[in-house]
Structure formats: structure tokens, C-alpha cells
């Protein structure tokens, strides 16, 4: 993990890894430090949070314990967070500057809007346009005050995209959103391949539904890997980073064992085909 094969180029000159441990389901600070400390050791150097996952203190701590101990600094690693859809709008900068200081960082290498909506308002409601538009204008101030490296969105649709692009002051270093096999979002990875946005990926495998599906479970065998190896490296065969979430060591670790082997041509082929818009998470599409 330490050649830039492994990273993808943003458009703000960082190099983002390609792999990172999201951190979704990481609750309190003991099973956060055992999360973090197996990943340091398995050669991951990219942490994902958010303001709603409440364990930004957590990770920070962690980190900040477990970076000498793997005799690592600040700067070896990546660390991305997100805004809380509460925060959306006018309390935009609060929640920026709160984050700040419950990962105890100077910086944040990427900050996200976590979703294009705003809690507690309508999907349908006009106010949510407003509200992100003023939110993006607070994460390009901190950006470009150097306290967040890199800027960008997450859950935002081709129509939600489309809006950002024709406004912002910064174009958004990285859109991330649901993507695996069965949900392959072509649409919104040719804008953002044309608007030199990186397209991550989460959910990978599908709330975990696609473990057992019988074309993943059959190229799995083929290739002599885990159904979870095969999704994550399907996706970065297209040069798309994923975050793979585990609070379980032994997972983590095995997550990690996606550079040593490709997909062929006909396997890439075999998954692609499952291609049915299915989506296993949130859907962002009805808000305005």
C-alpha cells in the first residue's frame, strides 16, 4: 500500500488511497482503537467518519495513540468526515469546525456534505437547494483557509451534481455514494469522470446481500477469494476506492488483500452483467 498504484489522484493534487476503513458501525472507544490498530497493521492508511456515525472522537484518539506506536505521523494518513444533514445550511460552519475538534485535527484531508437534504426538512421542500448551496460555500471557505485539504459530496445525483458544478467555486474533489454490481451508476461516473471528480464507492457489498449472490459466490471460488475480496476488487479494477466496514480485526485484515491478484476480463464481464439498478441503501433521489 505504499506506491501509487494504490492511491488515485484527486483533482487537488492529493493522492487518495484506494482502500479505506469505514467506520459506520464502530461504537465506543475500545472496539474504534481495535478497528484502527488492525487496519494500521494490515497497511491501510485511510479512515472514513462522519458527524452522525458519533465516533469522530473515537477515531482521533485512536489515532492519535496508534500513529506512533506504528511509527506513523499525521501526514500517512487520510482521513475524510462529513457533515451532518442537521448542520446543512446556516449551522454549516458549526458543524465543520465541530468535527474539527472531535477528530483533535489542525486539518481534514477531505470533508464531505453528507446528503443532499437537511434534517427535519421535507424531501420536497425548496429550503434544501438553499441549504446546500449555503453549506457548500462554508466547506470551500475552510478549504481554502487550508483546514480541509479537499472538498467534496456524498449521496448527491446526476441532477444534484449537475446544480454543484454550475455554481461552485471549487469543483468537489470526490462524489461518494452507493456502488457494487448490482447498482453501477453509469450515468453519474461519466459526469464525474468528465468533471475530474473521483467517484468512491460505499456499500460495496451490498449491505452484505451480495455475499451470498451465486455470480459473486461463483467467481469467488474461480479466483480462490472471499465473495467480499471480489466485490471490493471488481470495483477497484475500475479505479473506483472503496471503504470496506468491519469492526471485526480478522475481516479488516482480509479486506486489505486486494492488490495481489485481478479479475479477468470475463469475471469483470460476469459481475458487471448483475447491473439492475438495485439499491440497498438511502435514496437520495427524491430530494429536491
Same mark, same amino acid.
Given at each position: 500500500m505504499t506506491d501509487h498504484s494504490s492511491f488515485v489522484l484527486l483533482n487537488?493534487?492529493?493522492?487518495?488511497?484506494?482502500?479505506?476503513?469505514?467506520?459506520?458501525?464502530?461504537?465506543?472507544?475500545?472496539?474504534?482503537?481495535?478497528?484502527?490498530?488492525?487496519?494500521?497493521?494490515?497497511?491501510?492508511?485511510?479512515?472514513?467518519?462522519? &458527524? #452522525?456515525?458519533?465516533? $469522530?472522537?473515537?477515531?482521533?484518539? =485512536?489515532?492519535?495513540? %496508534?500513529?506512533?506506536?506504528?511509527?506513523?505521523?499525521?501526514?500517512?494518513?487520510?482521513?475524510?468526515?462529513?457533515?451532518?444533514?442537521?448542520?446543512?445550511?446556516?449551522?454549516?460552519?458549526?458543524?465543520?469546525?465541530?468535527?474539527?475538534?472531535?477528530?483533535?485535527?489542525?486539518?481534514i484531508d477531505l470533508y464531505l456534505i453528507h446528503w443532499p437534504g437537511t434534517q427535519g426538512v421535507a424531501v420536497g421542500d425548496k429550503r434544501n437547494p438553499k441549504n446546500r448551496s449555503?453549506?457548500?460555500?462554508?466547506?470551500?471557505?475552510?478549504?481554502?483557509?487550508?483546514?480541509?485539504?479537499?472538498?467534496?459530496?456524498?449521496?448527491?445525483?446526476?441532477?444534484?451534481?449537475?446544480?454543484?458544478?454550475?455554481?461552485?467555486?471549487?469543483?468537489? &474533489? #470526490?462524489?461518494?455514494? $452507493?456502488?457494487?454490481?448490482?447498482? =453501477?451508476?453509469?450515468? %453519474?461516473?461519466?459526469?464525474?469522470?468528465e468533471s475530474g471528480v473521483c467517484f468512491q464507492a460505499y456499500s460495496s457489498l451490498g449491505t452484505g446481500v451480495l455475499l451470498t449472490d451465486p455470480v459473486v459466490q461463483e467467481v469467488a471460488e474461480r479466483c480462490g477469494r472471499t465473495p467480499a475480496q471480489v466485490l471490493l476488487r471488481w470495483a477497484l479494477q475500475q479505479n473506483v476506492p472503496v471503504l470496506p466496514k468491519s469492526a471485526k480485526p480478522d475481516r479488516v485484515q482480509d479486506n486489505?488483500?486486494?492488490f495481489d491478484f485481478e479479475l479477468s476480463d470475463s469475471n469483470m464481464a460476469r459481475l458487471s452483467s448483475l447491473d439492475c439498478g438495485e439499491k440497498f441503501c438511502w435514496d437520495p433521489s427524491l430530494v429536491i
Amino acid at each position: 500500500m505504499t506506491d501509487h498504484s494504490s492511491f488515485v489522484l484527486l483533482n487537488t493534487g492529493a493522492h487518495m488511497p484506494l482502500l479505506g476503513l469505514g467506520t459506520y458501525r464502530l461504537r465506543g472507544p475500545e472496539d474504534t482503537y481495535q478497528a484502527v490498530d488492525a487496519a494500521l497493521t494490515a497497511g491501510y492508511r485511510a479512515f472514513d467518519t462522519a &458527524a #452522525v456515525y458519533r465516533n $469522530e472522537a473515537d477515531l482521533g484518539q =485512536a489515532l492519535h495513540t %496508534l500513529l506512533p506506536k506504528h511509527g506513523l505521523s499525521r501526514a500517512d494518513v487520510f482521513i475524510t468526515s462529513k457533515l451532518s444533514p442537521k448542520d446543512q445550511g446556516a449551522k454549516a460552519r458549526d458543524g465543520c469546525l465541530r468535527s474539527l475538534e472531535q477528530l483533535g485535527l489542525d486539518y481534514i484531508d477531505l470533508y464531505l456534505i453528507h446528503w443532499p437534504g437537511t434534517q427535519g426538512v421535507a424531501v420536497g421542500d425548496k429550503r434544501n437547494p438553499k441549504n446546500r448551496s449555503q453549506s457548500w460555500a462554508t466547506l470551500e471557505d475552510f478549504h481554502m483557509e487550508g483546514k480541509f485539504k479537499a472538498i467534496g459530496v456524498s449521496n448527491y445525483t446526476v441532477k444534484h451534481m449537475q446544480e454543484l458544478l454550475k455554481a461552485c467555486r471549487v469543483v468537489p &474533489a #470526490v462524489l461518494q455514494v $452507493e456502488f457494487h454490481p448490482r447498482y =453501477a451508476q453509469k450515468e %453519474l461516473r461519466a459526469l464525474c469522470e468528465e468533471s475530474g471528480v473521483c467517484f468512491q464507492a460505499y456499500s460495496s457489498l451490498g449491505t452484505g446481500v451480495l455475499l451470498t449472490d451465486p455470480v459473486v459466490q461463483e467467481v469467488a471460488e474461480r479466483c480462490g477469494r472471499t465473495p467480499a475480496q471480489v466485490l471490493l476488487r471488481w470495483a477497484l479494477q475500475q479505479n473506483v476506492p472503496v471503504l470496506p466496514k468491519s469492526a471485526k480485526p480478522d475481516r479488516v485484515q482480509d479486506n486489505v488483500r486486494l492488490f495481489d491478484f485481478e479479475l479477468s476480463d470475463s469475471n469483470m464481464a460476469r459481475l458487471s452483467s448483475l447491473d439492475c439498478g438495485e439499491k440497498f441503501c438511502w435514496d437520495p433521489s427524491l430530494v429536491i
